[in-house]
């Protein structure tokens, strides 16, 4: 059974460009979700997607939005990147049907903006 | 929206001490999760809890969730080096809908000296 995957593992961009982190989801989960960690922070919500649709959102404004793909792999995209977005961001995915299933974490994209 | 409030914000124990730590939630529990992270890398899985009293084991992790205080404890007994990290208790952010969204606390930092 393959695990979560991120890829880039880092990123450096600068103010104002736009990001593309993608993520593929562990075998037999549809379920995938972004979160956005600071530095000594715990993990905040950013989106979920359920069977390619959103599926519930935190409070992140337009900018950062997203895409699922029929294999149910994810992207997060962030536009007009600001030097606040610099993070680790980290994918999580879930089995369907189960209610409470556990989410099951990638390692993360370590996003710096300059 | 839910909080989740964890004490201590960091810790430093010798090697073969005991050690608690609690997560505090502002809102109804539905669900609790206890994650491990290493620094700057992606979250590991520890155990979910659901039900009030409840309390699961794994090696020397030990995680109860008392509902009436909106409180879980995470206890390790005779702490190793391996056991250092970032210690996240999650919680079910949306307590009916199913929606798997986490709210997270901030962490607390475990260092186990040999």
């Known amino acids: 059974e393959t695990g979560v995957t991120q890829s880039p593992t880092h990123l450096i961009k600068t103010r104002g460009q736009q990001v593309t982190l993608r993520c593929s989801s562990q075998?037999?989960?549809?379920?995938v979700s972004w979160y956005q960690q600071a530095l000594g922070q715990g993990p905040q919500f950013i989106f979920q997607?359920?069977?390619?649709?959103?599926?519930g959102r935190g409070n992140f404004p337009p900018r950062f939005s997203g895409l699922q793909f029929p294999n149910y792999s994810s992207e997060l995209n962030v536009n007009a990147l600001e030097l606040d977005d610099s993070a680790l961001y980290l994918c999580?995915?879930?089995?369907?049907?189960?209610?409470?299933?556990?989410?099951?974490f990638g390692p993360g994209t370590r996003l710096l903006v300059l | 929206s839910q909080e989740l409030e964890q004490s201590p914000q960091s810790l430093i124990v010798q090697e073969g001490k005991n050690l608690t730590i609690n997560c505090t939630s502002s809102?109804?529990?539905?669900?609790l999760y206890w994650y491990k992270q290493k620094y700057g890398e992606g979250l590991i899985f520890l155990m979910m809890?659901?039900?009030?009293?409840e309390e699961k084991s794994h090696e020397k992790i030990t995680a109860k969730l008392d509902e009436k205080k909106q409180q879980s404890s995470l206890h390790i007994t005779a702490s190793q080096p391996s056991h250092a990290g970032i210690y996240l208790c999650?919680?079910?952010?949306?307590?009916?809908?199913?929606?798997?969204?986490?709210?997270f606390g901030s962490g607390t930092r475990l260092q186990v000296q040999p």
């Open positions: 999580a995915s879930s089995s369907p049907g189960a209610w409470r299933e556990t989410q099951y």
């Open positions: 075998s037999g989960h549809n379920t």
């Open positions: 997607y359920y069977r390619e649709e959103e599926n």
């Open positions: 809102k109804t529990l539905y669900g």
């Open positions: 809890l659901q039900k009030g009293g």
């Open positions: 999650g919680a079910d952010s949306d307590g009916d809908t199913g929606r798997r969204a986490l709210t």
